[in-house]
């Protein structure tokens, strides 16, 4: 392919620039004993202490594991750090290649959305708790709903955020405080 990139395939187990570990893989995919990983697998992230999601970043083949998209080196930790943390192959023998073409916006750090209708849009949110006066509310806890009923719970960092919420497509989120 002459100017290309190679973006390798995740796996579980594979971390962020930050140290994250990706927690979910697809067990009936693997390379050499490893299973793959895939958009919106969770990760656990040991510097904001939350549990994000791979998020798409850059381009990406059609190429699902039991109806959810191969994650590749490259992509983002949608987790509460600021910028999002870049995902790392812990292997370099299996990978989508791209021609320079294929990179436009992708060198430049915009996330190319997905080409086909086949691949839904990865969606997130995030929500920031003040006070009256503006200022941040930290350590509340809480639980986000999602339309489909998925629950996420976790405790506001010191700016007042909560984690990053990912979804499959539009979403409504429902945020809910818990009992201190």
């Known amino acids: 392919m002459g100017c290309g990139m190679r973006r390798y395939l995740l796996g579980l ?5 930050v140290g994250g570990v990706v927690i979910e893989g697809v067990e009936r995919r693997t390379h050499q004993g490893q299973p793959l990983t895939f958009i919106n697998a969770k990760v656990l992230c040991p510097v904001c202490n939350s549990v994000g999601v791979i998020g798409w970043k850059g381009p ?4 699902t594991m039991m109806g959810k998209q ?4 490259g992509d983002i930790c949608l987790c509460q750090c600021d910028p999002p943390p870049v995902m790392l192959a812990s292997q370099d023998t299996a990978w989508h290649e791209f021609a320079s073409h294929e990179m436009d916006g992708a060198a430049h750090g915009s996330a190319k959305a997905p080409q086909t209708g ?3 849009s990865v969606y997130d949110e995030q929500f920031t708790l003040k006070d009256d006066t503006g200022s941040p509310l930290s350590n509340v806890r809480y639980r986000i709903v999602t339309d489909s009923g998925e629950v996420f719970h976790g405790t506001t960092n010191a700016a007042g955020q909560t984690q990053r919420v990912s979804t499959q497509g539009s979403s409504a989120l429902k945020l809910q405080l818990e009992k201190q």
């Open 60 to 63: 990406h083949r059609s190429a």
């Open 70 to 73: 191969q994650a590749l080196e």
């Open 118 to 120: 086949a691949i839904p």
């Open 13 to 17: 187990g594979d971390k962020s620039t």
